[in-house]
């Protein structure tokens, strides 16, 4: 699976262009997260910018008010679990080799969730792997209810449905 690609947006100031994302769309697609960019990070498609995520080499400071995304040693996952048809996800927990720094947010599907509500997160971490036990409801469509997801640096995906099957594999 390729890398996900999220819209940096330009805001220009005294003649120079800095870029933003926006993470998380909450009650009335209210922006949780604005995340100033590194141009470094970003790729041209065109006319517009993107970011690819999972970012490698990078650091994730609080500003006073937005985050700002800049050069570093670690690594930034963008998690993101998908919700049944006017249901919700939860992440249950995070784990990685190392202490993460995580920030949580919602993406409403629709303007007050009526639609679903997912549940997402920005991982910052030195590990080159996330794994995420969660559940979700709503209308399935006979995806599983709940499970553990591993999001690799790549930007590949891998979700286990059954963790027994994890321990089995190890003996082996």
């Given at each position: 699976m390729a890398k996900k690609n999220l819209w940096a947006h330009?805001?220009?100031?005294?003649?120079?262009?800095?870029?933003?994302?926006?993470?998380?769309?909450?009650?009335?697609?209210?922006?949780?997260?604005?995340?100033?960019?590194?141009?470094?990070?970003?790729?041209?498609?065109?006319?517009?910018?993107?970011?690819?995520?999972?970012?490698?080499?990078?650091?994730?400071?609080?500003?006073?008010?937005?985050?700002?995304?800049?050069?570093?040693?670690?690594?930034?996952?963008?998690?993101?679990?998908?919700?049944?048809?006017?249901?919700?996800?939860?992440?249950?927990?995070?784990?990685?080799?190392?202490?993460?720094?995580?920030?949580?947010?919602?993406?409403?599907?629709?303007?007050r969730g009526s639609l679903g509500i997912n549940q997402g997160a920005l991982v910052l971490t030195k590990a080159d792997r996330v794994k995420v036990r969660w559940h979700r409801s709503g209308r399935l469509y006979g995806k599983p209810a709940e499970g553990l997801t591993i999001f690799y640096l790549d930007g590949r995906q891998e979700e286990i449905e059954d963790e027994s099957i994890l321990s089995e594999l190890e003996d082996l």
């Open positions: 330009p805001k220009t100031v005294e003649g120079k262009t800095f870029y933003y994302v926006e993470i998380g769309k909450g009650f009335h697609y209210r922006v949780e997260y604005k995340v100033w960019v590194d141009p470094s990070f970003l790729v041209q498609n065109g006319n517009l910018f993107d970011l690819p995520v999972p970012v490698k080499g990078c650091d994730l400071k609080q500003g006073k008010k937005d985050l700002v995304l800049k050069k570093g040693d670690k690594n930034l996952f963008y998690v993101e679990i998908e919700c049944g048809f006017r249901g919700q996800s939860k992440i249950d927990t995070i784990v990685c080799d190392d202490d993460p720094t995580i920030y949580y947010f919602d993406v409403y599907k629709s303007e």
